[in-house]
């Protein structure tokens, strides 16, 4: 076949096979060019699902008479007109192709009335020219029967329900990336979604709840934080509200919704010591930052972006979500951290416990071995002074005080509130488990040579990475050598991680070198070990505390980040008001 010119209606039906996958599509195109045209109020009607009829109305600026044929031509746009203005381009479309997409597969109608226009215009494509309508101003897009013209692409629509599925889980999106701007959703007639605009923090929260439910809401923490030229906002949920799917998570780079596995690793990193293994965290955060530092450009349907600085960005992220969810005890404030554990007992003993012996055992073995010296060295709990300073002087702490012991496994206490539940347990696994880590920290990471070195094959690129990153990897407490140009050996391992298959973990921090920028691989490993010290050195269930112990547990709790949770993500407490208590028995009722 000889080489031609394409159709323009082919052309456009090409392109709609990128841009127009299902209604949803359509519904996200013709919403994002509302939003782009100053609307402050959008209403969407659907039937069947968007297959019959998509309908979305908005009161925007509207588009002039002699405007509306170009509209629908390709790559005509009046958002962008340069290199320059595409690279720091900051409205939600840009690219031209939305509108000519939909009419090449679908019966497609305009109408728009221009602000200062005497009045509106409808056009529809292959029209010769606009016909006066009537319409306030502001500009309706109806879709008919989408994909009527190619049967192939109909047949592989779902069911009404799930097209409807879709587009409901689209307008939450939207309506959460745009506070200001009032929305409502009705399907064949029926009222689904209606949602004023919300300019206060107050009225944010509201629309959040009816979105995302009063429980989200009641478990998220409020966070805000600005550095380097990025501003991260919005709300985190606690660990003990994680989700078995990945499907409350919002994340919007400049008032669009993207999804990126550079932010989904970072907001991992930030959730790994708070989570059940296979959970999943829920949020809805904001980050804004230079349009300049950041490439929308990337796909047709604009859900994918480049970071200019990916590594600042990844950094920013983790740091500010993981002091948030460290700064989440009772009674936190500003500064306030667990002291560590001596030095002696933790990290001292873990460096000087490699022997002949331990070298065989495995990862949990040698938890259990090292253990044992760091249960000798111990401070008794049984000696440590209960805090009544606070009773004294009239004061409450978050936690109160404790009352008494149940069944050897929960500590009752009082506060203000009513009646606390601690797991004594979980809260002391977490208790002892940050001064681990701090401690730790302090005493930097030690090295164990191994006897023989381990060559492992990797790319050149990854040799050159590694090479390269010598600094990194000594840090981590790991000697590489590079043997040839696509050979790395493994001369020296953090002490704490003997016996790990040390090739699997080089292969692991290069992967994450090539794709973050850092690595948190080591950081993890030893963790593990912490973790297990610290379950095995935390008090058991069924061991009786006296009242001064149970008081400085909960103590240690308002001291310790991260202690709303155990290690494994559990609650370690929680809190029944004097109201909840007088429901229980019908009190003024």
């Known amino acids: ?176 990336a745009r506070f200001d701007v009032g929305f409502s959703l009705k399907h064949n007639r029926r009222e689904i979604i209606s949602l004023p605009p919300a300019t206060t923090r107050t009225e944010q929260e509201r629309r959040v709840t009816e979105l995302l439910g009063k429980a989200f809401l009641e478990q998220a923490l409020f966070l805000e934080h600005q550095a380097a030229g990025l501003r991260l906002y919005g709300w985190v949920a606690r660990a003990t509200f994680s989700r078995s799917q990945a499907d409350m998570q919002y994340f919007y780079v400049n008032g669009r919704v993207i999804r990126d596995k550079l932010v989904a690793h970072a907001v991992r990193q930030a959730f790994k010591d708070v989570l059940y293994h296979g959970r999943h965290p829920a949020y809805v955060l904001y980050l804004e930052l230079d349009p300049v530092m950041v490439d929308v450009n990337v796909h047709p349907t604009k859900h994918e972006v480049r970071f200019r600085e990916g590594r600042l960005v990844h950094d920013f992220l983790f740091r500010t979500l993981h002091k948030s969810l460290a700064d989440d005890r009772p009674g936190a404030a500003p500064g306030l951290s667990a002291p560590a554990a001596p030095i002696e007992a933790v990290a001292t003993h873990l460096s000087s416990s490699y022997t002949p012996q331990t070298a065989s055992l495995n990862l949990a073995e040698r938890s259990a071995h090292y253990q044992i010296g760091f249960e000798m060295q111990r401070p008794d709990r049984g000696k440590l002074a209960a805090p009544t300073t606070e009773a004294e002087q009239g004061e409450m702490p978050q936690l109160g005080f404790a009352l008494a012991q149940l069944q050897g496994i929960y500590v009752l206490a009082e506060n203000n509130k009513g009646l606390v539940l601690v797991d004594m347990h979980a809260a002391h696994e977490r208790v002892t488990y940050e001064r681990l880590k701090q401690a730790w920290d302090e005493s930097n990471i030690r090295s164990q040579p191994l006897l023989v070195p381990i060559s492992v094959a990797v790319s050149r690129r990854e040799a050159d990475l590694a090479e390269e990153q010598q600094a990194i990897f000594a840090a981590l407490g790991l000697e590489i050598d590079r043997m040839g140009a696509e050979t790395l050996a493994v001369r020296a391992i953090p002490i704490a991680l003997h016996g790990v298959d040390a090739e699997k973990l080089l292969r692991d921090i290069l992967a994450d070198l090539v794709v973050y920028g850092s690595s948190e691989r080591i950081r993890h490993e030893i963790n593990a070990v912490l973790g297990t010290m610290a379950c095995h050195g935390s008090v058991r269930a069924h061991r009786r505390l006296t009242i001064d112990e149970m008081n400085a547990l909960l103590r240690d709790m308002e001291r310790t980040e991260r202690s709303g949770q155990c290690n494994h993500g559990r609650p370690t407490w929680t809190q029944l008001s004097m109201n909840e208590l007088d429901r229980l028995f019908k009190r003024g009722q």
Do not use: C, W
């Open 1 to 176: 076949m000889s080489i031609q010119i394409l159709p323009s209606v082919l052309v456009n039906q090409i392109a709609a096979g990128e841009v127009v996958e299902r209604p949803a599509s359509v519904i996200k195109e013709l919403v994002e060019n509302s939003l782009d045209a100053g609307a402050k109020r959008v209403n969407i009607e659907i039937e069947q699902g968007g297959i019959k009829l998509m309908r979305v109305r908005d009161d925007g600026q509207g588009i002039v008479q002699n405007e509306l044929l170009l509209a629908l031509s390709r790559h005509a746009t009046s958002k962008v007109s340069s290199l320059e203005e595409l690279e720091r381009i900051s409205s939600m479309g840009f690219r031209g192709e939305a509108l000519p997409s939909i009419g090449s597969v679908s019966r497609l109608t305009l109408i728009s009335h221009a602000q200062g226009a005497e009045h509106a215009f409808q056009f529809m494509p292959g029209a010769e020219e606009a016909i006066p309508a009537a319409h306030p101003v502001g500009t309706t897009l109806e879709i008919r029967d989408l994909f009527y013209n190619t049967p192939a692409r109909r047949k592989f629509l779902k069911r009404e329900k799930t097209e409807f599925n879709h587009i409901d889980t689209l307008v939450k999106r939207l309506a959460l």
